[in-house]
């Protein structure tokens, strides 16, 4: 959807232009560039090596829930006048309403989204765009470059005292790959699936 060059302004227009056609298709674009952003955020403030942070994102700061985990141990400890991200969303974007529109999210992709009207998913990407301003604009005021790639390299050494050597991705994309082998590149033509 996205790519790396893709800036704050452009990402904006293009969710909220989602969001006029589809508002839940809006609030999962949303969602994706909030969490997307602050995990960039992370990297990009972190003094962590980068394949640190991946391998923690996997496990120790998984799903929504530990963005804020993330941002409290590799961002607020380092950098001058950083606070828990939620006092950094502060005023403009309360952590509430942040819960909130992740909620929204939850019950679009999981299948309740009866319960939501368009007001609410339209609502609920204006939150979720605004914080990602916010996080942005902090990152960039304290030189962490989000759309440009990230990567802070340490020895195999340095690396293997706080690292699993990535095991865990290392093991999911083998059992992926081994699933893939078995239906080959092609299956879903075979399904029908054909666009």
């Not at 640190?52 to 120790?60: N, P, S």
């Not at 929504?64 to 607020?76: D, P, Q, R, Y």
């Not at 909620?103 to 368009?118: I, S």
């Not at 050494?157 to 092609?186: F, M, Q, T």
Request: contains cysteine; proline residues 3%.
């Amino acid at each position: 959807m996205f790519d790396l060059a893709d800036k704050r302004i452009k990402r904006r227009r293009i969710i909220l232009g989602e969001a006029q056609i589809d508002a839940q298709h809006g609030v999962v674009l949303a969602a994706m560039d909030f969490e997307w952003t602050c995990r960039r955020a992370i990297l990009a403030l972190s003094k962590n090596p980068t394949v640190v942070i991946y391998e923690k994102y996997i496990e120790d700061y998984s799903a929504f829930k530990g963005i804020a985990k993330a941002w409290n141990s590799e961002v607020v400890p380092v950098v001058k006048g950083a606070r828990p991200l939620p006092d950094l969303l502060g005023d403009k974007v309360p952590w509430k309403c942040v819960n909130d529109a992740m909620r929204c999210r939850n019950m679009v992709v999981h299948g309740t989204e009866n319960r939501v009207t368009d007001k609410e998913c339209r609502w609920s990407v204006c939150i979720l765009e605004d914080a990602c301003d916010v996080v942005a604009q902090f990152a960039e005021e304290h030189n962490g470059k989000i759309f440009e790639p990230i990567n802070r390299r340490r020895s195999k050494k340095a690396i293997g005292e706080v690292s699993n050597g990535g095991r865990k991705l290392k093991e999911w994309h083998a059992c992926i790959a081994e699933r893939i082998a078995k239906y080959d590149e092609n299956h879903w033509i075979r399904t029908g699936l054909i666009c």
